[in-house]
């Protein structure tokens, strides 16, 4: 679902995405899998690749567990779109807030042969419900190239985002079907 005004802000630690960013979307999916299972595979940021194939490449900058300060490069291919050719745009993004099982908020560059995000900031959180776990994710995304059509960009972030939870809620819902229930 696109952003309104009359939605709960999403949050991580009280930090949430650039509010005074022309381009946002939000959007939230149940998932039908533990917290646990979403929680791993999403701070799992190594293994984007096995299981969202628009993630190409991944590369922790750093050791250990994910936390704040934490950074990571990756991968995705951008499409041409009016005012960009098509290009693999590579994103640094650092780990602002993470509270375990609960948020993560991440933020940082984008850069590609063409195009260039100077910061997008994007915040997760799990809820668990009755059902499952609600993921709920908001991004947002500033710089003069992406700024000369919010539109176009907003569109194009917002076909991203939904892919990435409904990638997400498939490899979750595949992980919990192969475990043994009691």
Same mark, same amino acid.
């Given at each position: 679902?696109?952003?309104?005004?009359? /939605?709960?802000?999403?949050?991580?630690?009280?930090?949430?995405?650039?509010? !005074?960013?022309? %381009?946002?979307?939000?959007?939230?999916?149940?998932?039908?899998?533990?917290?646990?299972?979403?929680?791993?595979? /999403?701070?799992?940021?190594?293994?984007?690749?096995?299981?969202?194939?628009?993630?190409? !490449?991944?590369?922790?900058?750093?050791?250990?567990?994910?936390?704040?300060?934490?950074?990571?490069?990756?991968?995705?291919?951008?499409?041409? !779109?009016?005012?960009?050719?098509?290009?693999?745009? !590579? %994103?640094?993004?650092?780990?602002? /807030? &993470?509270?375990?099982?609960?948020? %993560?908020?991440?933020?940082?560059?984008?850069?590609?042969?063409?195009?260039? %995000?100077?910061?997008?900031?994007?915040?997760?959180?799990?809820?668990?419900?009755?059902?499952?776990?609600?993921?709920?994710?908001?991004?947002?995304?500033?710089?003069?190239?992406?700024?000369?059509?919010?539109?176009?960009?907003?569109?194009? &972030?917002?076909?991203? &985002?939904?892919?990435?939870?409904?990638?997400?809620?498939?490899?979750?819902?595949?992980?919990?079907?192969?475990?043994?229930?009691?």
């Amino acid at each position: 679902m696109a952003s309104t005004t009359n /939605q709960p802000v999403i949050a991580c630690d009280g930090q949430g995405v650039d509010p !005074t960013a022309r %381009i946002r979307y939000r959007a939230e999916m149940l998932i039908d899998a533990s917290l646990h299972t979403v929680w791993h595979l /999403q701070t799992d940021v190594e293994n984007w690749p096995s299981w969202q194939a628009p993630v190409t !490449t991944v590369a922790r900058l750093d050791d250990g567990d994910l936390r704040a300060g934490s950074a990571f490069r990756w991968t995705t291919p951008v499409p041409e !779109t009016p005012m960009t050719p098509a290009t693999m745009l !590579t %994103i640094t993004s650092t780990v602002t /807030q &993470l509270t375990p099982y609960r948020c %993560i908020r991440w933020a940082g560059p984008g850069t590609g042969d063409g195009l260039h %995000i100077d910061n997008g900031v994007h915040v997760w959180t799990f809820t668990e419900v009755p059902g499952g776990v609600l993921v709920r994710t908001e991004e947002t995304w500033t710089g003069a190239q992406v700024e000369a059509d919010v539109a176009t960009s907003t569109t194009y &972030l917002g076909y991203g &985002l939904q892919a990435w939870l409904a990638d997400l809620r498939t490899a979750a819902e595949k992980a919990e079907a192969g475990r043994t229930r009691p």
